[in-house]
């Protein structure tokens, strides 16, 4: 039998011997730029190991794959050949109608400042403190398991397994059956947001921003506790304001976003005790307990209030932003709502991420790895207090929260907040704008001053560009 000619395959690879990579990303090129027309043959596997100097197992590795893409098949006996590419041609809409209404976008912003900005407010962890390989080690271990087919929407057992455990050896009393594994911590406040039957929650001024949009957004009526990360927190004011019954009260006990505060024992028990006396329920955001220094671990609201506590963490920050999991403990009571909230939202979590996750922590990792990570935490901060120390302005004051990643920087209120980040983002230094935070009247003046994301070196000159900013707009 007479077989077709074959076409030559060029594989631009320079100096460097072709991998199957290159020649399965240069085939597919030429078949979109249509130089490779449906029907040609392509070199047999001998003729393509020997034009290119490649082992046959390359070349046959290249053709395995452009097989399984549906780029081209393999005829027996009579080689391998460019399948006709079916390109539609999107036809004239005939849609006339207007675009849905939507509302007005509650906060737009980049999840990350550009490149070349230096974020001094954000709050991320250097990617470099992040254990990347040892999750990838995770990754792929994970991966020569067999694929589950089905998602369980409560989360993957194995994860809530292994988050029982870890809190339990933090002191909680909480069952695998009790937790919620969400898309990051702001998912576990969603579901809780969405489940409440009275929409008036009661969070602290100024807050994490994005719970207290997340909250109006469900409808809810905030009403602001106020926190003075200088001062601590007046019970007797917050009193007054639990006295208004809410149904739920958002609290971020430890390294409180954004002023870095965290709570004094006695006002944690305060608190419980007020919200007790006023029959409101408890949510602690406990995004920050395990960056504390030397190991230690901050107490919670959970720890002292029991399983009533709503409580929320999360792995993004500490662990890896891109994997998003989080979670929520819940009494037994809530767990079905809550799951048939997170239901409505996303049905259920990619199982891969989930299970990586749960080998992380099964494996021991995250424990030795938020050891290593509080050590490097805690130099940055220290470099960040001297040279704030060293630069600052004497008006100009901030807290010291021990620990975490983030501190309150207070500037004095004759200086423009929008002026100074303009005049910032303009010697390119990003600071956020904290306005948002407030519920009411902003008591504070100031923003984030975030050290876990930046280097020694990028911090200081940071500084060095606030610390002139804040000189030349006293003036
Ligand atoms: C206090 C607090 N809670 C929750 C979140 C949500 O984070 P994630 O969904 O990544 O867990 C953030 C994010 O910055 C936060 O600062």
Redesign the pocket.
């Known amino acids: 039998m007479s077989r077709a000619p074959y076409v030559g395959l060029h594989v631009a690879t320079g100096a460097r011997r072709a991998t199957a990579a290159d020649i399965v990303a240069s085939v597919q090129r030429e078949i979109s730029s249509g130089s490779l027309p449906a029907g040609a043959r392509l070199p047999p596997v001998r003729a393509l190991e020997r034009q290119l100097g490649l082992s046959k197992n390359t070349a046959q590795a290249a053709y395995d794959e452009l097989v399984a893409r549906g780029l081209v098949e393999a005829r027996e006996r009579e080689g391998v050949f460019v399948l006709s590419a079916t390109r539609l041609v999107a036809p004239e809409p005939i849609l006339s109608a207007p675009l849905p209404r939507l509302v007005p976008p509650p906060l737009q912003r980049p999840d990350l400042p550009g490149r070349g900005v230096t974020a001094l407010s954000t709050?991320f962890i250097d990617p470099e403190l992040l254990p990347t390989e040892r999750i990838a080690e995770c990754a792929r271990s994970v991966l020569r398991e067999r694929m589950p087919a089905q998602y369980e929407a409560q989360g993957y057992r194995p994860l809530r397994e292994a988050i029982a455990k870890r809190l339990s050896a933090r002191g909680f009393d909480v069952e695998a059956d009790e937790v919620v594994i969400t898309t990051?911590?702001?998912q576990s406040?969603d579901i809780v947001a969405r489940s409440l039957a009275t929409k008036r929650v009661a969070c602290e001024s100024p807050v994490?921003g994005?719970?207290k949009l997340l909250f109006e957004s469900h409808g809810n009526d905030l009403v602001g506790l106020h926190l003075d990360p200088f001062k601590g927190i007046d019970l007797a004011d917050w009193d007054r304001v639990l006295a208004t019954r809410p149904s739920l009260a958002y609290l971020?006990t430890s390294f409180h976003?954004p002023t870095g505060y965290s709570y004094t024992s006695a006002e944690l028990r305060g608190v419980l005790e007020l919200c007790t006396k006023h029959g409101v329920a408890v949510l602690e955001?406990d995004?920050g307990s395990d960056m504390m220094s030397d190991g230690e671990y901050r107490p919670m609201l959970r720890m002292l209030g029991g399983k009533n506590v709503l409580y929320v963490n999360?792995f993004?920050?500490k662990l890896l932003?891109s994997l998003?999991i989080?979670f929520v403990a819940a009494s037994p009571e809530l767990v079905p709502t809550l799951v048939a909230m997170k239901r409505l939202s996303t049905l259920g979590n990619a199982w891969l991420t989930e299970a990586v996750v749960a080998e992380f922590l099964d494996r021991g990792y995250y424990d030795t790895h938020l050891q290593a990570l509080q050590r490097a935490l805690d130099t940055r901060y220290a470099a960040c207090l001297a040279a704030l120390d060293e630069l600052m302005p004497e008006s100009v004051r901030w807290t010291r929260p021990g620990g975490g990643p983030t501190l309150w920087l207070e500037i004095p209120r004759s200086i423009d907040l929008p002026a100074l980040e303009s005049h910032l983002a303009r010697r390119g230094v990003h600071v956020s704008n904290a306005s948002a935070a407030f519920l009411g009247r902003a008591h504070l003046h100031g923003f984030r001053i975030a050290y876990a994301f930046l280097s020694e070196t990028e911090m200081r000159s940071a500084l060095t560009i606030l610390a002139d900013a804040l000189r030349a707009l006293s003036r």
């Open positions: 709050v990051g911590s702001q406040l994490y994005y719970a971020i976003n955001d995004w999360s993004t920050k932003p998003r989080g």
